[in-house]
Structures are given as structure tokens and as C-alpha cells.
């Protein structure tokens, strides 16, 4: 079963994947690493900062790697590089 | 004494017009206080050799705007006397000189203020989803704090 989910791009993400943010279609389970797969497909440039992101999944950061996510439709995904508030 | 008792408030903005000291000290004041504490976060003209010519910061705003709500709550249960929480960031373009960020605090005595504020910027720096541009003369580098527990300043 897949759901629609918003994707959101910032900083050094935004200009590998060349957008801000659009709407993919993903499975309802899956885990974070292969959330991030499946957007690397989908933006090969951003496989040379995997390294370095995190998810927020709705507004929780999430680390690359096993965990299981349940996405709803019309879920907030944001790619995460490392920050510089302040 | 004053009827409302002046209930704690967290004033929590991020803007892109420049930012104004004055205005967020007057936000904490408060008459049942004797200390404001305030950071001010500068943009500098060099790093590493290299003159900068400005900042830009972009920000996940509505996460941002939570995440800094977090940090207030986590400031009045390690130091319940303060009274009024003031965090004002600046998104886009910061010339030379100018504040990025200002960040105020009130309580009845100084100690409890002094600490809520440096806790705040510390905090920030680690958890805040906001990003800064550093701009040079023929590049740019999108920075990374060092209390980032994901940037990869140590690999």
C-alpha cells in the first residue's frame, strides 16, 4: 500500500535535487533508509550527502537507518542537512 | 500589584527585516523582574582566511518555530523563575555587523537569566532546523554547527 507524502528539500539538499519540495508516492511502512533510497532514485545527485541528513518525518527528525516509519497521506518528509541556526 | 501577574510569555519570530534589540528586551521586561539577559548573534566579515561578504539563512520555519518552543519549555523547568522568553532569528540576507539572532530572558535575579540564555543558544545551535549560507567573493559554503550531532565534521 503506498500514500502520497510531501516531500521538503533545504539547503545543500535543495540544490542537489534542483526543487524545494513535491509530492511522492511511497509505501505506507518502510524504513528511513529506504525512504532515502527511494528519493535518491528519484534525485541521483543526492546520494553524495547521505552521510550527513536526517529525516523530520511530521516534525520529528528521524536518522537514516532501521526504523520503521507509517506514513499517512499528505505527510511532511523533509530532508534535513546538518544546521547552522544561530 | 498588577492583575494579570504578568503570566510567562515566549515570543518566538523568524523575519527577514532586521532584527531590533531594543524591541526584544522590551518583549521580556517585566515588572516583577530585576535581570533581562540577552544574546546577540553577529555576522562576521571573515572565516578562515576568506572575507565574507554576507550571510543568508533559510529555515524549515513551521518545525523551527516548534523546535525553539521546545527549548522554552525545556528553560522554565530547569530554571522556574524565569519569566519572559524572547527568540528572534533573521531569515534571508544579514549583511556585515548585523544580528542573526537575539535571544532574551527575564527572571527576578540575574543567575537564573544569564543561564536560561546561553542554554537557549546552545540548544538552538544543536536542534533548530535552520540553515546558514556563508558567502564569499568566489563561493559560498553552507555551514554546520559543530553541535550538529549529524554533520560530518569529525569523518
Redesign the interface.
Known amino acids: 500500500m503506498r500514500c502520497q507524502v510531501s516531500v521538503?528539500y533545504?539547503?545543500?539538499s535543495a540544490e542537489l535535487a534542483g526543487l524545494r519540495s513535491e509530492t511522492l508516492s511511497v509505501p505506507r511502512q518502510i524504513t528511513s533508509l529506504q525512504l532515502w533510497e527511494e528519493i535518491v532514485k528519484a534525485h541521483p545527485r543526492l546520494a553524495v550527502i547521505q552521510?550527513?541528513?536526517?529525516f523530520?518525518v511530521r516534525?520529528e527528525y528521524v536518522?537514516l537507518g532501521d526504523q520503521l516509519l507509517v506514513l499517512q497521506p499528505g505527510d511532511e518528509v523533509?530532508i534535513?542537512?546538518?544546521?547552522?541556526?544561530? | 500589584m498588577d492583575e494579570t501577574e504578568d503570566v510567562p510569555k515566549d515570543f518566538i519570530k523568524l523575519k527577514s527585516a532586521k532584527l531590533s534589540v531594543d524591541e526584544v528586551s522590551e518583549l521580556v521586561v517585566s515588572p516583577y523582574c530585576g535581570a533581562v539577559s540577552l544574546f546577540i548573534?553577529t555576522t562576521r566579515n571573515n572565516f578562515e582566511g576568506k572575507k565574507v561578504i554576507h550571510l543568508e539563512?533559510?529555515?524549515?520555519t513551521?518545525?523551527?518555530e516548534?523546535e525553539i518552543k521546545k527549548i522554552c519549555r525545556d528553560v522554565r523547568q530547569k530554571w522556574p523563575s524565569v519569566k519572559h522568553i524572547a527568540v528572534h532569528?533573521r531569515l534571508g540576507v544579514v549583511p556585515i555587523t548585523e544580528a542573526?539572532?537575539i535571544i532574551a530572558v527575564s527572571s527576578p535575579h540575574r543567575a537564573e537569566s544569564l543561564e536560561a540564555v546561553m542554554y537557549c543558544?546552545n540548544t538552538?545551535?544543536?536542534?533548530?532546523?535552520?540553515?546558514?549560507?556563508e558567502i564569499y567573493e568566489d563561493e559560498y559554503s553552507?555551514?554546520?554547527?559543530k553541535e550538529?550531532f549529524?554533520?560530518?565534521s569529525e569523518?
Open positions: 521538503l533545504f539547503a545543500r552521510d550527513q541528513v536526517v523530520a516534525q536518522l523533509a534535513i542537512p546538518p544546521i547552522s541556526g544561530g | 548573534g539563512y533559510e529555515a524549515y513551521s518545525m523551527a516548534t532569528h542573526s539572532v543558544i538552538l545551535k544543536a536542534s533548530v532546523p535552520i540553515w546558514k549560507k553552507w555551514k554546520e554547527n550538529c549529524w554533520a560530518n569523518k
